[in-house]
């Protein structure tokens, strides 16, 4: 590899081919791997294949997906499906969109390699209302798949049949949980179902069904093409081939990212996102979305997989990783997560429905500066039975936002609790001004800017801030030009 | 298009459109975040300085997302058998000057250059 930091194999085409004209995707090597297959491969052999190659699923589970294939055909059924999932809802990630809207054919593609593999004829893209492009330029994808014979009947006069169709979301969040995913297709409730029994065995109309995600089908027509063993030799361990993230918060180059598994956070957010802005320190970044949790500095180092990630409190999660500097307050980050997935809970069981609105109430009171030790407790207490006890994935990972930031800022917490301070000047009510009477020259700049008009004070004497009235907004500390103002 | 019927006819076509390629290709992105910082603009007046300059060996393509976000709309040029140039914070004028000077003039609008800071992995071709 030369000295650059990110490889493409999910994101080869993004910007190099124009998405709707499929002889471009052609031109770049398309379908070659579809039509290799159906050539002279068995779907047996695809399997292994997909095995070998060590591809995880990279919608947040990490599942190997040559496994999951490989029930999903030793499974019995009438007809079987292939869905694939771009619900895509983790607030700041926008991985999938730009596969869709730069290189839809590779999922086209992909599957039908998929549908082959597990004897499959029929597919379905799940994608979120919200993204209009992606579905503009996926529709224009499939439309010229079928003109040119590349998916349809008797592909390449191979005898293997394959459509595709397009379902759209309902927009919420756990629509993209599969269970709850393929009861929506179903046009049922996108409420989720215990496991087992698991897509593979009965998924859509009761049939088994094999669901992946965007990225993951991305990069299956590459592994085909550049052969499963030099698949493998990408990446850690466990962990093969690369990952794409979108990059976010305070960090100087934002945007879409694609590293080899193993790359060190430093490397992201120093090399490859040139840093923090206004050259602030580093606090903490913040993977895996509202499941996910915050990574502090003395873990840059070390090599990013799913394993490692999920030791240190945080997960690989789809791909979103927000930057976070000196003036971050991570309690109000856990509530904003925590607020996420209060909102999005479907309600079908309580510990999640109850219990995340518990540890987002007691998460404003800590913010508010009414909060006590013990609710910190409580917050662990709460939050561990909660992970136990939810029926599905967002439930059993929506504390983890809580938990990963006491475990690595407990000190945050607590000055908001004991000494009713928020360290970053983040949340508002535990927020002071105050005008040091030394440095005011009396200008009367914050009197004007005030909205509440409880600055006090002559021309040219020393100015003073009614507690009592002060709304905290801030106003007043950006109005002053000469440093007069205090914030704590 | 033609319906391909066998995995021979495939090789083929494939074989055939990467024959043609001696045009220019000027790469817009145009993905969600591309469009929302004005890319279709830069799109359409790059198109229409084409037209205007009467240039028949350079395809304009539309394309989806580069991953430079931070630097949008973005624009690259790849000229046969040279390194792509890769343009951050294109906006028409930007664009016209890059028409001038690098297409017409072959000389590379330094100041708006961006480093490209990733590598694509090779599609190590199916044997054949
Ligand atoms: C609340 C919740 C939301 C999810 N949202 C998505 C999503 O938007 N996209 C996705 O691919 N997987 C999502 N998943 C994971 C899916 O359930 C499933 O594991 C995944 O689509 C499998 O594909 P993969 O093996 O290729 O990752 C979600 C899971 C949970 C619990
Ligand atoms: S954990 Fe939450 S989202 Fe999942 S089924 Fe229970 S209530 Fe619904
Ligand atoms: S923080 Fe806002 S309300 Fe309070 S004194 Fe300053 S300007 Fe007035
Ligand atoms: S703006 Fe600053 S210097 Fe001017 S009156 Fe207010 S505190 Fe004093």
């Not at chain 1, 009761?206 to 550049?226: D, H, Q, R």
């Not at chain 1, 840093?275 to 090599?303: H, N, R, Y």
């Amino acid at each position: 590899m030369s000295g650059h930091k990110q490889l493409r194999i999910a994101l080869r085409n993004c910007g190099v081919i124009d998405p709707e004209n499929i002889l471009e995707y052609i031109a770049r090597g398309g379908y070659m791997a579809l039509g290799k297959i159906l050539d002279e491969m068995a779907p047996e052999d695809v399997i292994d294949e997909l095995k070998k190659s060590g591809l995880r699923g990279r919608g947040g589970g990490g599942f190997p997906t040559g496994l999951k294939l490989e029930f999903a055909r030793r499974n019995e059924g009438e007809r079987k499906y292939i869905i694939c999932n771009a619900d895509e809802g983790d607030p700041g990630a926008f991985m999938d969109r730009s596969i869709l809207e730069g290189d839809p054919q590779s999922i086209l593609e992909a599957m039908a390699i998929c549908g082959y593999a597990v004897g499959a004829n029929e597919g379905y893209v799940y994608i979120r209302a919200e993204y209009p492009l992606a579905i503009e330029r996926l529709t224009i994808a499939i439309r010229q798949a079928y003109e040119a014979g590349l998916i349809g009947d008797d592909i390449m006069g191979s005898g293997f049949s394959f459509d595709i169709k397009i379902k759209y979301g309902a927009g919420a969040f756990v629509c993209g949980e599969e269970t709850a995913l393929i009861s929506s297709v179903e046009g049922n409730r996108g409420e989720p179902h215990f496991k087992p029994p698991f897509p593979a065995e009965k998924g859509l109309w009761g049939m088994p069904t094999t669901v992946n995600n965007v990225e993951t089908l991305a990069n299956i027509p590459s592994i085909f093409n550049m052969g499963a063993g030099r698949f493998a030799e990408i990446g850690t361990k466990t962990s093969k081939g690369t990952k794409v993230f979108a990059l976010a918060g305070n960090v100087n180059k934002v945007g879409l990212v694609e590293v080899p598994m193993g790359t060190t956070l430093r490397e992201i957010v120093y090399d490859i996102g040139d840093g923090i802005v206004g050259g602030k320190k580093f606090k903490a970044v913040q993977t895996g979305g509202p499941s996910g949790g915050c990574i502090p500095e003395q873990f840059l180092d070390i090599p990013i997989d799913y394993e490692s990630l999920k030791e240190i409190g945080s997960m690989m999660g789809s791909g979103g990783m927000i930057i976070m500097d000196e003036d971050t307050c991570m309690v109000d980050i856990a509530k904003y997560y925590l607020e996420f997935t209060t909102d999005e809970s479907c309600g079908k069981c309580t510990p999640c429905r109850i219990g995340n609105k518990r540890l987002y109430e007691i998460l404003c009171k800590i913010t508010k500066g009414e909060g006590t030790e013990e609710d910190l407790d409580s917050l662990k207490e709460l939050g561990g039975i909660i992970k136990d006890t939810s029926l599905c994935g967002l439930g059993q990972t929506a504390p983890n936002p809580v938990l990963s930031t006491m475990k690595y800022f407990y000190d945050e917490y607590l000055s908001h609790v004991r000494d009713k301070k928020c360290p970053a000047g983040i949340c508002s009510s535990l927020t002071r001004y105050e005008i040091i009477a030394d440095k005011c020259i009396g200008c009367t700049m914050c009197a004007k800017a005030c909205p509440t008009a409880c600055i006090s004070g002559k021309v040219r004497e020393p100015h003073k801030i009614d507690q009592a009235k002060c709304i905290k907004c801030g106003a007043c500390f950006k109005a002053c030009k000469f440093d007069a103002i205090l914030k704590s | 298009m033609i319906k391909i019927k066998s995995f021979n006819e495939l090789k083929e076509l494939k074989e055939s459109l990467n024959a043609q390629r001696e045009h220019i290709r000027i790469i817009v992105g145009m993905a969600t975040c591309g469009m929302a910082a004005g890319a279709g603009e830069v799109f359409d007046s790059i198109a229409g300085e084409i037209m205007r300059q009467g240039l028949k060996n350079v395809t304009v393509v539309r394309s989806g997302c580069m991953g430079a976000c931070h630097s949008e709309p973005t624009v690259e040029i790849v000229k046969p058998g040279e390194d792509p140039v890769l343009y951050g914070n294109v906006d028409s004028s930007r664009a016209k000057v890059i028409i001038s000077n690098h297409i017409m003039r072959g000389e590379i609008v330094e100041e708006l250059v961006l480093e490209k800071n990733y590598e694509t992995a090779s599609l190590g071709e199916v044997e054949q």
